[in-house]
């Protein structure tokens, strides 16, 4: 058995800043308190900016973010696949050494303590990359919940700068500052090898934008984090790359219909309701949530839908959808202009009965219903290479 | 930024240009920097009665709903239709989009709002953004 015992991490300070905080603040990016971190929303028109700019990039051209607010923690040892089996929905057994998958952590009733990013590092050694809000409360619940396992679970969120390179020029951007064959590293696939000088960076082609794109950690001192930041928008100026802030993240993640933590997903939503069954392999006999899961499939009381706005007027988190009698039936989780499509759309949850594509429905906007509908989603989809 | 001193302003940063009785409202240069990507524009249909400081639409940005205040009282005679194709054009040039014409009630009341100079120092000392 292990013997690693760590304290339980304890409630997060006042306002927190990556190492890249200043460097945003040099750029004259406007600032947002994000879940308690202080990060960059959008960058300035002056530097053709701006969160619509900023959304095109990443569709276009190429789009870098700091991430850095994101947590990881790492399982090493004999057992920590049974270690991530339980504690994770998805399957890790299915996991190649350098491979990664989506996944999400679940409370014993089926409903969501994160989503989640399980990277296969080596042979007993995982990371787990996390969302910002979430990083105390879910070390705290992957530490207690694989104690059973002999396995280490470190918190090495405060270790890395996560920048993130997103878009169809994403790949040569990077290749001009690595000796790693980017082509060779499929996506959700990672490596390692140098990057800006540094050895041995984790370069992992993942994201959260519906794109092309790799996740490169890091060293989090601040002049290191500086240095790569400032060259990888040197590398990418042939290409048209802009800074990126978590305003256009935004609206790139729900255009692919990525779901965000206390939106589509949180800890009273379960995983039938979320529409993420196809990263949930009931077929692993045990993790935790699963016999939850199992009883909940029958009565899905409501599910998530995709929404275009027909009438004029954007549907915004936290709005009411109503039937066409004005009934209030739902809510919207995620709502906002999608600059690429150039529509007004949203994720809502609704009774299973109104969920069909094509379902008229009304988004209640200050005080008045406007008319949607139910489209298929993702609402965009990356064009495949060569067709 | 110097802002045109052929109109007045108001605290919650909108603009209004007055020709006899008739005056135009719009936002001011740093609103338009504050919100961001203009999306969408609402304004109230030609009749409609407004008050001064009191709400008569509502201008978005990617990220936020913000509501517009009505700088004087009086009938909307006019709405600048372009707005609802063309909302960026409030971004590209926010003295020069207006946004409702309306004849005053009470022309008194511009008396009580800021010069551009009195703007431009309440800016100074709210922005430093």
């Known amino acids: 058995m292990s013997s690693v015992e760590s304290t339980t991490v304890s409630s997060p300070p006042a306002v927190r800043k990556t190492a890249l905080n200043a460097v945003h603040r040099e750029m004259g990016a406007k600032m947002v308190d994000f879940n308690g971190w202080d990060m960059p929303v959008e960058y300035p028109a002056s530097i053709g900016c701006g969160i619509i700019n900023e959304h095109m990039a990443v569709r276009t051209a190429a789009g870098i973010f700091d991430v850095s607010h994101m947590g990881d923690i790492r399982l090493a040892g004999p057992q920590a696949l049974a270690a991530v089996q339980h504690i994770s929905m998805n399957d890790a057994a299915k996991l190649a050494i350098g491979q990664a998958q989506y996944s999400a952590l679940l409370y014993p009733q089926g409903t969501f303590v994160d989503d989640v990013i399980v990277h296969r590092l080596g042979e007993d050694e995982y990371l787990l990359v996390i969302n910002a809000g979430t990083r105390e409360k879910d070390f705290n619940w992957v530490r207690d919940n694989t104690r059973q396992f002999d396995c280490a679970v470190e918190n090495l969120s405060d270790d890395f700068t996560q920048i993130a390179i997103q878009g169809p020029k994403a790949v040569d951007t990077l290749q001009k500052l690595t000796d790693s064959d980017l082509s060779k590293v499929k996506f959700y696939w990672v490596t390692r090898g140098s990057v800006c000088g540094l050895p041995n960076i984790l370069i992992a082609r993942t994201g959260y934008t519906a794109e092309d794109g790799f996740e490169i950690y890091i060293p989090s001192d601040e002049s290191t984090s500086a240095r790569v930041w400032r060259e990888i928008l040197e590398a990418g100026k042939e290409f048209g790359i802009l800074p990126c802030g978590l305003g256009s993240r935004n609206t790139v993640r729900l255009e692919g219909k990525l779901p965000l933590y206390g939106h589509e997903i949180s800890d009273t939503i379960n995983v039938w309701e979320a529409g993420l069954d196809r990263f949930c392999k009931m077929e692993k006999p045990e993790f935790i949530g699963r016999a939850a899961l199992e009883n909940a499939k029958s009565h899905v009381k409501h599910t998530l839908v995709g929404l275009e706005m027909i009438e004029r007027g954007i549907a915004r988190d936290g709005y009411k959808m109503l039937d066409d009698t004005g009934r209030e039936i739902g809510y919207v989780t995620s709502g906002s202009p999608a600059p690429f499509l150039k529509k007004n759309i949203a994720l809502a949850y609704v009774p299973p009965e109104f969920a069909a594509v094509g379902t008229a429905l009304k988004v209640e906007i200050r005080g008045q219903g406007a008319a949607a509908q139910v489209v298929p989603t993702p609402f965009y989809k990356r064009p495949k290479k060569g067709s | ?129």
């Open chain 2, 1 to 129: 930024m110097a802002y045109p001193t052929d109109r007045k302003y108001t605290k919650q940063h909108e603009w209004i240009k007055v020709v006899g009785q008739q005056a135009i409202f719009g936002i001011t240069d740093y609103a338009q920097q504050s919100l961001g990507d203009i999306v969408f524009v609402e304004v109230p249909k030609i009749g409609a009665e407004l008050a001064a400081g009191k709400t008569f639409g509502t201008v978005e940005s990617v990220k936020a709903v913000s509501d517009l205040y009505a700088p004087a009282s009086g009938s909307v005679t006019e709405v600048n239709e372009e707005l609802a194709t063309s909302p960026e054009k409030v971004n590209q040039d926010p003295h020069g989009s207006w946004m409702v014409k309306v004849k005053l009630t009470n022309a008194g009341e511009i008396s009580d709002l800021l010069s551009a100079d009195a703007y431009e120092k309440f800016v100074a000392e709210e922005g430093g953004h």
